[in-house]
């Protein structure tokens, strides 16, 4: 390995390890290592002129607000939690702009190719994490004596909660049905295809509420995209006649087997989820600007955690990140590359408004490699297809 590809090797490690939440020591996840490593060698490689390296300051928002708020709310307010608030501004640089200052440099330095390997990699470590779930269901693998994790029947993979396998998945889909519709074999595209299957069972095993109707309703919005991307697209109107039996015969009682039926359990966790979000309801209350920090905030949904914990001003930051994000993927060329990464993002939103999966590493790497490669005015679909298909 050469030191001009020493980062790029982090980075695809990174990418590839960001869905493993569960893949931890003492509460350090693997994949933060390998992006503090992987920035690291880019600061040093830019230094000696072998990579191009821009960290436009709208990257910093999110955690830099956060940090404000940290510092009013426990110095003007008395707000607890300071240990937390620095964790949770970590996680928010990690996730958010290390990711997009790795993500832009390897396309700014190596091209579209290159960032569309960092999104394959990303993919396929969903899909391994999504293959260990089906592996430990059937007995072939025991993951739980190496990685951390919740308990509970419900698969996690390498995942440290089905929450988060299931959040990873979601937003998995539509990137791999951008990864068979640019495979330039018909191999390659059934490969990508094997992959949305792992996917589609996984998720199930999750049995995560919002994984089964964000994810399936991104997989089939997937396959209507790729449908009318194609000579095929006369078929939208018939498939769509058929969803409504399809859905009486098949879905219903597919649903009815998971926590969708509204079972015992499920009971109990809305019982907890309402009484979580009356706490959050409160905190934002008390100081609506600036929440009532991070040892008081609350909530089982991404708005509430960031307005209980950090109040407006950190919404305005985290949502305007990911506005500034989708703009840039909006005003790509028209296409099925375009459409399905604002699908992507469009998961990233409602998956959120479900659960409270703020600052996963595993969140922004599609959307942020979609806006470096649709802001690229030379970025071509068909060229990219050719070069960088399995």
Known sequence: MSTRNLGSSFVLAAALTSSWTGVRYAEVGLSDVLLALALLVFLVQSGLGFRR????????????????????????????????????????????????????????????????RVLRFWAFGVALAGLAAITDLVGLTDFSVVISRSTG??????????NSLAFSLTLAIPVLGYLVSRSHTKLGALLWLGVVVVCAVSLYLADS????????????????????????????????????????LFVAPFLSTTRLSGDAGTAQSNAGRTEFANEAFRSFAANPLVG???GGGAGVAVPLVLASSGGIALILAYY???ARVAKTIASGERGPARSLFLLSALSVLVF?????????????W?????????ADRGFSEADVSRRASP
């Open 153 to 162: 029947e419900r698969a996690t993979g390498l995942a440290f909660h089905p």
């Open 209 to 248: 509420r919002a994984g089964l109707v964000v994810g399936y309703c991104a997989l089939i919005a997937t396959g209507l995209i790729l449908i009318n991307s194609t000579r095929s697209r006369w078929a939208l109107a018939p498939v769509g006649l058929l969803s409504i039996p399809a859905y009486i």
């Open 366 to 374: 599609p959307i942020l490699i979609a806006a470096s490669l649709l």
């Open 292 to 294: 009532s920090g991070f």
């Open 53 to 116: 390296l821009r960290i436009p300051l709208w990257y910093f928002a999110p955690p830099l607000i956060a940090l404000v708020v940290l510092g009013v709310g426990t110095i003007f307010l008395g707000s607890d939690g300071a240990a937390d608030g620095l964790t949770f501004v970590l996680r928010l640089f990690l996730s958010m702009t290390v990711v997009a200052t790795l993500v832009s440099s390897e396309g700014d330095t190596f091209g579209a190719n290159q960032t569309v």
């Open 320 to 322: 305007v990140f990911i």
């Open 352 to 364: 959120g408004f479900l659960n409270n999966g703020v600052s996963e590493r595993f969140i922004f």
